[in-house]
Antibody, heavy 119, light 107 residues
């Protein structure tokens, strides 16, 4: 059974870069869309972006200038880089898997990683 | 930017039927998905492609679509169904969007 595990610093300073990794275990990596989704405290879900090996990568327009999502197949890891963070980027960050047709939604979620932006 | 609109809250008594709506202009052309999120947990997909239910989701969960509105229906609500529910879809560019979420309270 596939599992996703997010990891990375829990505290990031304003103006710095937030970097998270999601390790995929128990399943393939190439056949799927891989996404990052976040949830600010007490708020709803916000899609950050997705990556697919076909080259179909898409980012939330409101974050596009600051976001990079990539996948390392050898390590079976998904990465998120978010530059120039502010306190508004404080959130739980989820990595997520969607079947390769990208029309089935998210079928597997990570447990989430809490990131606080503070000096 | 494209938006999906959900009611902030819905309340029902145990055994009743809960209906949660999600409205968006692109829904006639894009599939919708529904997720259940309990406090402190990751979301769980309960409906995909508007009406399909994953095999591990109870039959009391169902989805429907009509024009620019999709609806999640929970028939015979149980106390354990109390959670936040989010719809999700995409715009014409493929960018995903989530609705604001609906808090389901079981009285």
């Amino acid at each position: 059974q596939v599992q996703l595990q997010e990891s990375g610093p829990g505290l990031v300073k304003p103006s710095e870069t937030l970097s998270l990794t999601c390790t995929v275990s128990g399943g393939a990596i190439r056949s799927y869309y891989w996404s990052w989704i976040r949830q600010a405290p007490g708020k709803g879900l916000e899609w950050i972006g997705y990556f697919h090996f076909s080259g179909n990568t898409n980012y939330n327009p409101s974050l596009k200038s600051r976001v990079t999502i990539s996948v390392d197949t050898s390590k079976k890891q998904l990465s998120l880089n978010l530059t120039s963070v502010t306190t508004a980027d404080t959130a739980v960050y989820f990595c997520a898997r969607s079947p390769g047709s990208n029309d089935e939604g998210v079928d597997v979620w990570g447990q989430g990683a809490t990131v606080t932006v503070s000096s | 930017s494209y938006e999906l609109t959900q009611p902030p809250s819905v309340s029902v008594s145990p055994g009743q039927t809960a209906r949660i709506t999600c409205s968006g202009d692109a829904l006639p052309n894009q599939y919708a998905y529904w997720y259940q999120q309990k406090t402190g947990q990751a979301p769980v997909r309960v409906i995909y492609r508007d009406i399909k239910r994953p095999s591990d989701i109870p039959e009391r969960f169902s989805g429907s679509s009509s024009g620019t509105t999709v609806t999640l229906t929970i028939t015979g609500v149980l106390a354990e169904d109390e959670a936040d529910y989010y719809c999700q879809s995409a715009d014409s560019s493929g960018a995903w969007v989530f609705g604001g979420g609906t808090k389901l309270t079981v009285l």
